[in-house]
T-cell receptor, first 109, second 114 residues
Framework: GQNIDQPTEMTATEGAIVQINCTYQTSGFNGLFWYQQHAGEAPTFLSYNVLDGLEEKGRFSSFLSRSKGYSYLLLKELQMKDSASYLCAVTFNDYKLSFGAGTTVTVRA | NAGVMQNPRHLVRRRGQEARLRCSPMKGHSHVYWYRQLPEEGLKFMVYLQKENIIDESGMPKERFSAEFPKEGPSILRIQQVVRGDSAAYFC????????????FGPGTRLLVL
């Protein structure tokens, strides 16, 4: 099963921090990806977590707890260009990416 | 190194026509995946192909949809006798190997059926 859930929308101020949560059913879990998608464009890869813990990449970090079926994407020092949809995607037992509906982040000046 | 390429970027068809969507994977990638994104929904897996082989088409509608990845040339997603409900963004992704490897996405083809 999948049931990948993430909030629909979040709004934050330039320079602030935003945390986007993602939950999923743990049965068959393989790994979790975060993608960024600007309107009308391709999803671009941000991070991949397969083990528990925090992966940091510049202003973006991603956390995974396999036992809890939970991940978050942390965006620090928000910039206007970070306004986009953030997609949580999971692989279960195989290669197919199962996507959540996406979280639209709006950064305000 | 060019990324995943898709064409056309936008395609308009009338009901009953055929739509052909093309995808060229990243250089060195032999695994291609097609996903569909309906308005206001998440991306949904359709089909996974390797050169000359369909590995998994479990996400593809049984009728009117077909996909191929020939030995030479791009992967093609073909939709026959399109209906309004086929209007969506169709994304192709590629990876160098299968299983846990990051999939890199193309810019998508936005299909509008009138």
């Amino acid at each position: 099963g999948q049931n990948i859930d993430q909030p629909t929308e979040m709004t934050a101020t330039e320079g602030a921090i935003v945390q986007i949560n993602c939950t999923y059913q743990t049965s068959g879990f393989n790994g979790l990806f975060w993608y960024q998608q600007h309107a009308g464009e391709a999803p671009t890869f941000l991070s991949y977590n397969v083990l528990d813990g925090l992966e940091e990449k510049g202003r973006f970090s991603s956390f995974l707890s396999r036992s809890k079926g939970y991940s978050y994407l942390l965006l620090k020092e928000l910039q206007m260009k970070d306004s986009a949809s953030y997609l949580c995607a999971v692989t279960f037992n195989d290669y197919k990416l199962s996507f959540g509906a996406g979280t639209t982040v709006t950064v305000r000046a | 190194n060019a990324g995943v390429m898709q064409n056309p970027r936008h395609l308009v068809r009338r009901r009953g026509q055929e739509a052909r969507l093309r995808c060229s994977p990243m250089k060195g990638h032999s695994h291609v995946y097609w996903y569909r994104q309906l308005p206001e929904e998440g991306l949904k897996f359709m089909v996974y192909l390797q050169k000359e082989n369909i590995i998994d088409e479990s996400g593809m509608p049984k009728e009117r949809f077909s996909a191929e990845f020939p030995k030479e040339g791009p992967s093609i997603l073909r939709i026959q006798q399109v209906v309004r409900g086929d209007s969506a963004a169709y994304f192709c992704a590629s990876s160098p190997v299968v299983g846990g490897e990051t999939q890199y996405f193309g810019p998508g083809t936005r299909l509008l059926v009138l």
